[in-house]
């Protein structure tokens, strides 16, 4: 992949990120509810919850990986430039 398309996977795995921190941030209110002793959090809600913050580390990890990749393909696209 270039530079451009590794930079284009990078931004959709970082909207993924946006989505799933969005859906953590719009159920935080029943967590809390449930912590301070109120109605408990739905058994689907909180499992979504956990699959949101597994899927954010995975998606993290893909990103790390691939600004890697973006790095190299930058050199390489410099050294090309220059020859």
């Known amino acids: 992949m270039n530079s451009q398309q590794l930079q284009h996977e990078i931004d959709l795995r970082n909207g993924q990120i946006d989505d799933r921190k969005l859906y953590l941030k719009r159920t ?26 597994v899927e954010i580390n995975y998606l993290q990890a893909e990103i790390s990986d691939l600004e890697t990749q973006l790095e190299a393909a930058l050199e390489a696209e410099a050294a090309e430039e220059e020859a």
Do not use: L, T, W
């Open 28 to 53: 935080d209110y029943q967590s809390i509810r449930e912590s301070e002793g109120g109605e408990p959090m739905n058994a689907g809600v909180k499992a979504a919850r956990a699959q949101a913050r």
